[in-house]
């Protein structure tokens, strides 16, 4: 079975990162980018499905600039067979860009879509939903487990009070969150090796005009500065003073 | 004309989105999925009678015709909302405001990004528009009585099956509701230990339990209780974080707490720059004399 798995370049989510000065967008100057945490999860996912004779082919498939290369190598250093870049400078919102994928997703037919729950930058939560929808198959949104046999999935998904089991018949699109597993390591001689693994490009033929789009960006109102207490007698005393409890 | 539709998963959700509703200031009616009727000031309240939320794919089809002719479709926040709403979105092949904790217009919101450490004003450009919103972030003014009510059959056929559902069921307040949460982070050792630590001095103040991610991948904590940008987020009178350090990520979810308080032994810890209250101190000999103390 093939394995599709989008990634998304990120600022790396343990950087601070500010609006710029003039309010219109987030600054990311001199910031280091990641493949975002929970699709680097789907990366990783995808890779043990073929360890463990499941899958046969990994495809990474990622949109946006040039610059994606770097996560698609990482990707392909993780153990992704072939990445797809489809490239365009263009602002992208979330139904663009599962609009595109759903494009790649009908030329590759694979037989799963493993990807993020959401973007540690926008944390938006809507393309791995919006792009099962495109294609009329299946999910399985927050993934902590997935067991493939044969043409359908069973997937432990976390939900608010618990956890549920689902069985999806294949094609389907699986979310992954943070539990489903710990990604490797990759030490230099992998990401080396992946240079020579296929990464074609394709320019995105046609985008589509956004339906959101980020007009300002601000830093949330700060909280007054705290106060250091000196003993549990004071911090209950202060508790009880602001009407806390 | 513009109409907003609140979808109600469970039985809080209408009541819940009054704030919004009257934030965005357009007229609403309910979807009521599971559960009965509550006031929400709604003009009318269909009731689709489910026994329980059905999986995505289906349920967002059977509420595709439901949907028509509303501008704005919102529910509040949820692991299940986004997971529907967001395949209601793809499907009706519109855009979505995820999280939204403010109103600027009918077609301006305000959310947070890159974990909290930002707010993004979203503009709209699209018809109908698909929300989800913090109600901690709104007004809880009393919701007034509503106009009709009616029922509906909701045909829902998924792909997808579901075989089995765990809740921890417990017996505590709901983490996003709860007027007090208290919760601890990797110190906690073990499951017993946190149960006992935390978890004892939750249920003598009568207060939800919550976790870090950290505690929670340790199999110290259950995954429901991780509050964070990738868990939950929670809006109560008084956040007690023991043993937890402050990453970006779980300040994420606690920041519209009215009152933080930090226990943390070390004295350069971050969470002491977000705490309101902060005590340097140990965790297994403070919560014990801070529950006798606030009993006092
Ligand atoms: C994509 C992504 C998403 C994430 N989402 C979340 C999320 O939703 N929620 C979340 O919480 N995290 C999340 N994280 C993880 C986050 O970055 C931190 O790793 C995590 O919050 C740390 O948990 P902690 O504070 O329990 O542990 P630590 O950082 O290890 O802190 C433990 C603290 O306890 C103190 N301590 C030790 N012993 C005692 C004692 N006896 N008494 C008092 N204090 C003591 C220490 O001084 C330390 O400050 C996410 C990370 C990523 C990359």
């Known amino acids: 079975m093939k394995l599709l798995v989008p990634i998304k370049r990120v600022v790396d989510p343990y950087a601070k990162v500010r609006p710029l000065a003039d309010g219109s967008g987030v600054d990311t100057t001199g910031a280091k980018f990641e493949i975002n945490p929970f699709d680097e999860i789907a990366v990783e996912e995808a890779v043990r499905l073929k360890e463990k004779g499941i899958a046969t082919e990994i495809v990474v498939v990622s949109v946006g600039g040039p610059q994606c290369e770097d996560q698609l190598r990482k990707a392909l250093a993780i153990g992704a067979d072939r990445a797809i870049l489809i490239e365009t400078d263009a602002v992208l919102d979330s139904p663009a860009v599962a609009a595109l994928l759903s494009d790649v997703a009908l030329a590759e037919a694979p037989g799963l879509i493993l990807m993020g729950k959401q973007a540690t930058d926008d944390d938006c939560n809507q393309v791995g939903q919006m792009l099962a929808a495109k294609l009329g198959w299946p999910q399985a949104t927050f993934a902590a487990k997935v067991e493939i046999t044969g043409n359908s999935a069973q997937v432990t998904r976390e939900i608010d009070s618990g956890e549920q089991v689902v069985a999806l018949p294949l094609p389907a699109v699986i979310t992954t969150d943070l539990r489903l597993n710990e990604p490797r390591y990759v030490a230099l001689p992998g990401i080396i090796k992946a240079r020579s693994k296929p990464l074609e490009k394709r320019p995105a033929t046609s985008v589509q005009s956004p339906k959101t789009s980020v007009s300002a960006v601000e830093l949330p109102p700060t909280r007054p500065p705290g106060r250091r207490v000196g003993s549990v007698q004071e911090l209950a005393a202060a508790i009880k003073e602001r009407g806390a409890i | ?296």
């Open chain 2, 1 to 296: 004309m513009s109409k907003l539709l609140v979808i109600a998963f469970d039985a809080t959700d209408a009541a819940t989105s009054f704030g919004f509703a009257h934030a965005l200031g357009l007229p609403f009616d309910v979807l009521q999925l599971t559960g009965l009727s509550v006031p929400s000031g709604a003009g009318t309240v269909t009731l689709a009678n489910l026994g329980s939320i059905p999986p995505a794919d289906g349920l967002a089809k059977a509420l595709q015709p439901l949907v028509a002719g509303y501008s704005h479709i919102a529910s509040p926040s949820s692991m299940g909302s986004k997971d529907v709403l967001a395949y209601l979105a793809g499907l009706l092949d519109t855009g979505m405001v995820t999280d939204a904790i403010g109103v600027v217009s009918p077609t301006e919101f305000k959310r947070p990004i890159y974990a909290g450490a930002m707010t993004a004003t979203i503009k709209v450009n699209c018809d109908p528009i698909i929300i989800t919103f913090r109600p901690g972030n709104f007004g809880k003014d009393a919701a007034s009585a509503n106009g009709n009510e009616s029922t509906t059959s909701l045909n829902v056929t998924s792909q997808a099956t579901i075989l089995s559902e765990s809740s921890k069921g417990s017996a505590r307040p709901d983490l996003s509701q709860a007027a007090i949460v208290v919760s601890g982070g990797r110190p906690l050792k073990d499951a017993a230990t946190f149960e006992s630590v935390i978890g004892g001095f939750a249920d003598a103040l009568g207060a939800a339990v919550g976790a870090t991610r950290a505690a929670v991948d340790a199999g110290i904590a259950a995954n429901d209780l991780q509050v964070g940008q990738t868990g939950k987020v929670v809006a109560p009178n008084l956040y007690i974080a023991a043993g937890i350090s402050g990453s970006t990520q779980h300040m994420a979810g606690i920041k519209d707490s009215k009152l933080i308080v930090a226990i943390n032994t070390d004295t350069n810890a971050p969470i002491f720059d977000a705490a309101d209250l902060g005590l340097v101190g140990d965790l297994f000999t403070v919560l014990p004399e801070l529950q006798r103390e606030l009993k006092q």
